[in-house]
């Protein structure tokens, strides 16, 4: 297989396997604490590999992540194309931190996330504030790194070897 073929197979199923996450059931009391998965992916192929993620794909996959998970159409969507347009405006710096301070830098673009969504909920939903508008954002931070590796290995090994 092809290593082109083989990075959009992982591209494709990254995807697929974050809107599965972002629709399977939780118990209530672990609804806080739910990362935003497809936000993660997007972040993690804007990093890599921007040429994979333009600001209309990402918008797209916010759109079926809303009608999967039954929101008002268009809101995931452009909560991702901020997120992505953020990420990509700010690239090239954010490539090159260590993890640490990459993860901090994830943080603050999932919590401008969750004020985007809570701005963008407040004509509709009442939206309560509290300290468990943190969870997610928290939750996602703490898994950046893992999932960052996980990907970059999986994308790493799609490379042609050497003889």
């Known amino acids: 297989m092809s290593r082109e073929r083989s990075v959009s197979l992982l591209f494709w199923g990254s995807i697929a396997v974050a809107l599965v996450a972002a629709v399977v059931p939780v118990p209530q009391a672990l609804v806080p604490f739910r990362p935003f998965w497809l936000a993660l992916v997007v972040l993690y192929w804007s990093l890599e590999e921007p040429e994979r993620m333009p600001l209309g794909l990402a918008f797209g996959l916010g759109l079926c992540a809303d009608?999967?998970?039954?929101?008002?159409?268009?809101?995931?969507?452009?909560?991702?194309?901020?997120?992505d347009f953020i990420l990509l405006r700010f690239r090239s710096r954010l490539r090159f931190f260590p993890m640490p301070q990459q993860s901090l830098a994830v943080f603050a673009l999932l919590l401008n996330d969750r004020v985007l969504l809570i701005m963008m909920r407040a004509f509709s939903v009442p939206v309560p504030f509290g300290l468990e508008l943190l969870f997610?954002?928290?939750?996602?931070?703490?898994?950046?790194?893992?999932?960052?590796?996980?990907?970059?290995?999986l994308r790493l090994r799609t490379r042609p070897r050497e003889a």
């Open 136 to 153: 997610a954002p928290l939750v996602g931070t703490l898994l950046w790194p893992w999932l960052f590796l996980l990907l970059d290995g």
């Open 67 to 83: 009608v999967l998970a039954m929101n008002l159409l268009g809101e995931t969507g452009l909560r991702l194309a901020v997120l």
